[in-house]
């Protein structure tokens, strides 16, 4: 494959002006030898000549005023950070690492991409979190469990692929300080069990050197059940010796021949896959006996908190799901060793449109955790409906949960600086595939570039991001960037009200999770359920119900557990409430239920209008892609709007009071 088999994303260098003289690089205390030094100089010069249509060499050109890129080392400069000042002379770049050199150049072409001359280039940063990482649901067959973007560009037929392609995405990542790649789907089977064993060693290895030179660690989902499945044994039980002395010989195999790894992600007891519970050993045993094996080689074990029990009796309305997380992992708080870190999913359930944030995150004090996000519209469109999911990426970072006196956010807790950890940080279950744009829908890629910026920068606005992706991918005009910034800030909410407003959640279309199913997982074993009779809907989640809200410290637990203080985002999901219940807009549940839906159905069409309207200003090939994907957007907010309102007016028979169509 050549590199015009698919797009640069946000690496893609429209010219923004003519250039104000020609380029040299000066280099101090760091080497050009460096492989990060030297992609980060390489990049550089591609991109200088494509935005600003000059050359960087070491002899300027006769006439040219000569412009000097200094990168300089200093070493007051925290880890990964830099600082970049640009005058009539250049641009200064210090740093005290690699990487640091790495993002600031990354730093210097977004600002320029976005308008900035070089004299007017400045900003220091470091990033928020020591762990920026995205986990791929890629199988070895090619597949991507929950992907809407084509195959892996990773796998294929049980085989790794490495091309152009796979620098290419190494940059991108790059460019937006990601420092951490799980290649492999957190599900392991088959043929990716292997992957720690001679079969894969040299492809895995030449996938970590070109990481590598863009400052990636990489990480391999692990299978739990390796010394069963792979290594002929009858039993995983984490504290069984021969099982220890089994990956105590893997791990330092693994470490021989991948010295690079970062370490492994494990999802273990978790819809069907073994685990510590197996033996009847907790998740620490789990956890820890990894975690010591691979200490000696700087790795760590990132343990996955979706466990729950996923044969549920519907009939059963004690046993509640969302408890699950908290009530499996809050009793060991402190027996998790160093280098563990839990990975806290941003919800108590699953990347629905809208969820509270898990109760275990800052619920656990003493142990390491980071945050686990979905890039993948598993639930929230498919990369077919818009959905620019950093504003809700952006409500978790910020939510306080009263776990400290000052430093009580999920930003400061899973960055470290709640707890003073030095291993934590935020993950995102990526949305890329070997489409030729990469996430299927070409706005799609806004939540890949946003969570990267956000994880290095949490202080960034989900505007500020938008408008940076929107310069660096399409360069349009103001007027025109600024209705698309507003289509993709207004997204995320105009999906929930066509789908499930409230915070109810899930009456999705079972097993592909695409479309409505009101009833579709209300009589499952998964344990999601709306609880919808004749009177009502939601599920009691009080001191009265499941007691899920009091997971919660007093200021959140007395705010969710009264229906009067509970913010009404998320009312269905902590009551079950009447439908003829007053919200604070005077409306009836009922009536807001009808209305919502009306409402978000006719929004998506305001969206899809909007971006008609940008056919002329944005290339014809992408103006068609998205087209397509609005087209089907809306023949979902359609069908949403009328199952939703059909399903709810049979339930209570209550008309709509503003007499539309309700079937």
């Avoid at 989640?541 to 007395?558: F, L």
């Avoid at 023949?635 to 209570?652: G, I």
């Amino acid at each position: 494959m050549g590199t015009t088999d698919w797009t640069q994303l946000w690496l893609n260098y429209h010219r923004v002006y003519e250039g104000d003289g020609a380029w040299n690089i000066a280099l101090e205390g760091f080497s050009d030898t460096d492989v990060v030094i030297s992609n980060a100089i390489c990049e550089f010069r591609k991109a200088i000549e494509l935005l600003t249509g000059e050359q960087v060499s070491d002899s300027p050109e006769a006439g040219k005023k000569a412009l000097t890129l200094k990168i300089a080392k200093v070493a007051s400069i925290s880890a990964e950070g830099y600082s970049i000042k640009g005058s009539t002379n250049g641009i200064d770049l210090s740093a005290s690492d690699a990487n640091g050199v790495l993002y600031g150049v990354f730093a210097i072409l977004r600002l320029i991409a976005c308008g900035k001359r070089a004299d007017e280039v400045a900003e220091t940063a470091s990033p928020s979190n020591p762990l920026r990482m995205m986990n791929h649901w890629d199988n070895m067959d090619g597949s991507i469990e929950r992907g809407y973007s084509g195959n892996s560009f990773f796998f294929e037929n049980e085989e790794i692929i490495i091309n152009d392609r796979t620098r290419d995405y190494a940059r991108f990542m790059a460019s937006i300080g990601i420092n951490g790649i799980v290649i492999n789907n957190v599900n392991v089977k088959g043929a990716a069990s292997y992957l720690i064993t001679d079969r894969y060693f040299d492809k895995v290895k030449e996938l970590s050197d070109i990481f590598e030179g863009y400052g990636i660690k990489l990480y391999m989902s692990l299978n739990f059940a390796s010394p069963i499945e792979i290594g002929g044994m009858d039993t995983c039980d984490p504290l069984d010796k021969s099982v220890i002395s089994w990956w105590e010989k893997k791990i330092k195999e693994v470490y021989d021949n991948l010295p690079h790894l970062g370490g492994f992600l494990v999802k273990a007891d978790s819809e069907g896959r073994p685990g510590p519970f197996t033996y009847g050993r907790t998740q620490a045993d789990g956890a820890n006996m990894l975690a010591d094996v691979i200490a000696p080689y700087g790795g760590i074990i990132i343990w996955r908190c979706f466990v729950y029990n996923c044969t549920q009796d519907w009939r059963d309305t004690k046993t509640d799901r969302a408890r699950a997380g908290y009530d499996y992992f809050k009793d060991l708080d402190g027996a998790y060793h160093d280098n563990v870190i839990l990975q806290i999913k941003n919800g108590p359930m699953d990347f629905q449109i809208r969820e509270p944030v898990s109760p275990l995150l800052g619920g656990l004090t003493k142990t390491n955790q980071m945050l686990e996000v979905q890039a993948a519209q598993e639930y929230t469109g498919h990369q077919i409906d818009l959905c620019y999911l950093i504003p809700l990426f952006k409500e978790v970072l910020d939510f306080h949960t009263h776990c400290n006196e000052e430093k009580d956010t999920v930003a400061d807790i899973v960055s470290g600086r709640t707890m003073g950890n030095n291993l934590g940080g935020m993950s995102a279950v990526i949305n890329t595939g070997n489409d030729m744009n990469w996430t299927g829908d070409d706005l799609a890629a806004a939540n890949t570039y946003g969570f990267g910026r956000l994880s290095f920068n949490t202080e960034l606005t989900a505007e500020e991001i938008a408008r940076e992706w929107i310069a660096q991918t399409l360069n349009l005009p103001k007027k025109e960037e600024d209705i698309l910034c507003s289509m993709l800030l207004r997204s995320r909410e105009i999906y929930e009200r066509y789908t499930s407003p409230l915070g109810i959640g899930w009456m999705v279309t079972p097993n592909g999770h695409y479309g409505p199913s009101v009833d579709g997982y209300e009589y499952s074993r998964w344990g999601t359920y709306h609880r919808a009779d004749h009177l009502g809907i939601g599920v009691d989640r009080t001191d009265r119900g499941t007691g899920y809200a009091q997971q919660y410290y007093p200021e959140n637990a007395k705010l969710y557990n009264d229906p009067n203080t509970c913010p009404e985002e998320l009312l269905l999901f902590f009551h079950h409430i009447p439908y003829t219940w007053k919200l604070k807009t005077g409306k009836t549940l009922i009536q807001h239920i009808y209305d919502s839906h009306f409402q978000g159905e006719e929004e998506a069409r305001g969206l899809a209008a909007d971006w008609d309207s940008l056919k002329d200003a944005v290339p014809e090939e992408v103006y068609k892609r998205v087209k397509e994907r609005f087209d089907l957007q809306l023949d979902n907010a359609r069908e949403w709007r009328d199952q939703v309102n059909s399903y709810f007016y049979r339930k209570c028979g209550i008309p709509d009071e503003k007499g539309r169509t309700i079937y």
